[in-house]
Structure formats: C-alpha cells, structure tokens
T-cell receptor, first 115, second 114 residues
Framework: AQSVAQPEDQVNVAEGNPLTVKCTYS??????LFWYVQYPNRGLQFLLK??????LVKGSYGFEAEFNKSQTSFHLKKPSALVSDSALYFC?????????????FGTGTRLLVSP | GAGVSQSPSNKVTEKGKDVELRCDPI?????LYWYRQSLGQGLEFLIY????????KSGLPSDRFSAERTGGSVSTLTIQRTQQEDSAVYLC????????????FGPGTRLTVL
C-alpha cells in the first residue's frame, strides 16, 4: 500500500529565509510524487512533480523538490520565502508500476511566513 | 483555458436530507476523481472514473455515497440521508489519461450538515 508522511503540522519561517517542507513516502513500485498547495478557501493547485529523470525538480512560484530514493523523501524547498507563500501544502504519491491511478495524500503542512 | 468547476460552492443541509454535488472537468480530461477534505485532515480519496471503465469506488465511506459520470464528462456525487460527519469540503479533480500525470482540482464544495 502507498502512504505519505508529512511530519510537521506547521512550519514557521521568516520572509527571505529558505524554507523546507518535509515529505516521506512508501510505495512498492516506482514512486510518482507530487506537491500541491492550497490557499484559503481555494482548491488545490499543482506545484511540481517527479516522475523520472533529474532528482531535482523545479516547479511553480520558485519552489523545487528533491527526490531522494535512499531516504524515500521528496522535500519541498524554496531559497527565499515570501509572505504570500503562506498556505497549506500537500505531498502525494502514487505507484507508477501499477494501473492504480489514485493519489495518496499526506495530511498537509501549514506554512506560515512572517514579515 | 477553463479549469475544473464545481457547484454549488457552499451547501448547507439538514441531517437526513440528500445532496448532489456537481463537477465539470476540464474538456478532454477522461479521468475524474472525487476527494473529501475534512477540517484538519488530509484528502481522502472517494471515487475515480477512467474513461468507459468501471469506476474505482474503493474510497466511498458508506453506501449512502454514490457517484456517476454521464457522457464521460460531468460527474455528480450524491450523498443520501446526510449525517453531520459528512460535513467537509468535497473536491473534484480531472486529468488526461495519457501524457502528464497531473491532477487538476476544482475549488471544492463546502458541505455543512446541521
């Protein structure tokens, strides 16, 4: 079975500082990994994904994530946080080796960027 | 282009009533998903439609929940005899079956059962 863990309910960072939102996963086959962001009263917006290839994936709004197979992690990063990055972030995984199409999501991490 | 749309945006109902939630996927997207997001929780998968194949209903929490997808496009999620624990945001997503794996989400329907 697939699973995703986001160990931090909330991450606090000052504007201009680098940020990291952690995600670890468990999947039996090849992992397809995703990050989504949810702003208040909005649906989820796609940020980036890892399917294959370069372990460092760049996405929207200056975010990037690094796939680490040995640590089964896919942490989301940004070199310099903005107050407008404050939102709820979800990591998700699916098994690319199967036809099982559904994404399994983590419980989300709230990012709070202070001015 | 137009994204995934959902209606209504908010629905308040009384316990025991039936509700219908609608999802209009992105044109050309043959895969459609329903998720539920409860307060303080992550996203819970409910059901998945893929083209003309039988839907994956493995996430439906009870037989009060059902969904259909007419003509391979619009989907309706129906909750019968609503309970207070059904209160949540119901999110719909769609994706192309081939090519990029990305699911695109609608804004959700916030359901409140009194």
């Amino acid at each position: 079975a697939q699973s995703v863990a986001q160990p931090e309910d909330q991450v606090n960072v000052a504007e201009g500082n680098p940020l990291t939102v952690k995600c670890t996963y468990s999947v039996s086959g090849n992992p397809y990994l995703f990050w989504y962001v949810q702003y208040p009263n909005r649906g989820l917006q796609f940020l980036l994904k890892y399917i294959t290839g370069d372990n460092l994936v760049k996405g929207s709004y200056g975010f990037e994530a690094e796939f680490n197979k040995s640590q089964t992690s896919f942490h989301l990063k940004k070199p310099s946080a903005l107050v407008s990055d404050s939102a709820l972030y979800f990591c998700a995984v699916r098994d690319g080796n199967t036809g099982f199409q559904k994404l399994v999501f983590g419980t989300g991490t709230r990012l709070l960027v202070s001015p | 282009g137009a994204g995934v749309s959902q209606s209504p945006s908010n629905k308040v109902t009384e316990k025991g009533k039936d509700v219908e939630l609608r999802c209009d996927p992105i044109s050309g997207h043959t895969a459609l998903y329903w998720y539920r997001q409860s307060l303080g929780q992550g996203l819970e998968f409910l059901i998945y439609f893929q083209g003309n194949s039988a839907p994956d209903k493995s996430g439906l929490p009870s037989d009060r929940f059902s969904a259909e997808r007419t003509g391979g496009s619009v989907s309706t999620l129906t909750i019968q005899r609503t309970q207070q624990e059904d209160s949540a945001v119901y999110l719909c997503a769609s994706r192309r079956l081939a090519g990029p794996d990305t699911q695109y989400f609608g804004p959700g329907t916030r359901l409140t059962v009194l």
